[in-house]
């Protein structure tokens, strides 16, 4: 039997890492293996991926060395960075640089980085239809991870660049779900008017990455957005009212109403929410649902994925 190449994955207990891991280990004849990234190997979920039959590998994504140790001997890595976990654009960046190094002194195959559009492009700092944040940034989480894109370029790795979306997953555990008012109706809340959302299931995110680690040839060098569905508040509304057996409203509000929230990241999500909104032609458009079934043939759209996750969802 031909050795199975092994893909380093990079946060495999989190939920694009985990997708990809558990994709992988799914398909015993899909010719890869995987080697599983994560800071803490006794944590549950590493255990259970060690389970599952992943070789389970402390590192950390912002040190190079120990990157270079994970990456030795791999055919392919799946390269992401977390920044909910410190909120700052430079460790992102830090983090990115390290697992580009990692990987051109492995000489890896293929490289898959999940990054995102750098907002700047389209919105310019001294543009004022969105404020700048943390003084050069219009959407941090977003601007950090395209800017680090050219680490992966100007090192001349085989990389292909993943655009993901909205995760689904956010109504449950991201506090997203649906909330009282101060009429007491269920709503959930995004500025994002009439425009549609690109959303998917966190685990397809994964089985996306597997198709494209498969279908490498097609891939190096190209950027592919994924995809669920494309849907409306007011859709994703519905979808909510049916499957949780009761009514839930789209609250539409600005996105500087959205800014002002009382959370963590509100600012940057307002942001993100808004260029989402002012370019959905180029949003959508680069987010391609009949791609992303290519790669994933078993794609969940919203109201399958609400059959199976609806139940999660807190409705407070």
């Known amino acids: 039997m031909t050795e199975r190449k092994i893909i ?152 292909t660049f993943l655009l993901t979306s909205f995760y689904w997953d956010n109504f449950i555990v991201f506090g997203m779900g649906p909330k009282k008012g101060p009429d007491g109706l269920l709503a959930i809340t995004l500025p994002m008017g009439d425009a549609k959302l690109p959303g998917i299931a966190a685990e397809d995110i994964g089985k996306c990455a597997a198709g494209i680690f498969r279908q490498r040839d097609a891939w190096i060098g190209k950027t592919v957005g994924i995809a669920g569905e494309h849907l409306t508040g007011s859709q994703m509304a519905a979808s909510l009212s049916r499957s949780l057996g009761q009514e839930i409203r789209y609250n539409d509000v600005p996105p500087e109403v959205y800014r002002s929230f009382p959370f963590p990241g509100a ?22 649902l009949e791609v992303s079934r290519s790669l994933n043939p078993n794609l969940l759209t919203f109201d399958r994925w609400l059959e199976r996750y609806g139940k999660r969802i807190p409705v407070e």
């Open 8 to 159: 380093a994955v990079v946060g495999a207990t989190g939920a694009q890492g985990g997708g990809l891991a558990r994709a992988i280990l799914s398909d015993p004849q899909g010719g890869f293996a995987v080697r599983a990234l994560t800071r803490d190997i006794q944590s549950e979920k590493a255990r259970e991926l060690a389970g599952l039959g992943a070789e389970v590998v402390a590192a950390n994504i912002d040190d190079v060395e120990s990157m270079k140790r994970a990456f030795a001997g791999a055919y392919g890595a799946y390269c992401v960075t977390f920044f909910w976990a410190h909120f700052s654009p430079e460790q992102e960046m830090v983090e990115a640089r390290a697992m580009a190094e990692a990987a051109r002194h492995a000489g890896l195959k293929h490289v898959v980085w999940s990054t995102l559009e750098d907002t700047r492009r389209w919105v310019p700092l001294d543009d004022s239809r969105m404020p700048t944040l943390m003084g050069k940034y219009k959407v941090p989480h977003f601007d950090a991870k395209g800017e680090a894109d050219r680490f992966f370029t100007d090192m001349g790795l085989p990389v």
């Open 267 to 288: 600012e940057d999500l307002g942001n993100m929410f808004q260029f989402k909104r002012d370019f959905n032609d180029y949003f959508c458009g680069s987010r391609s």
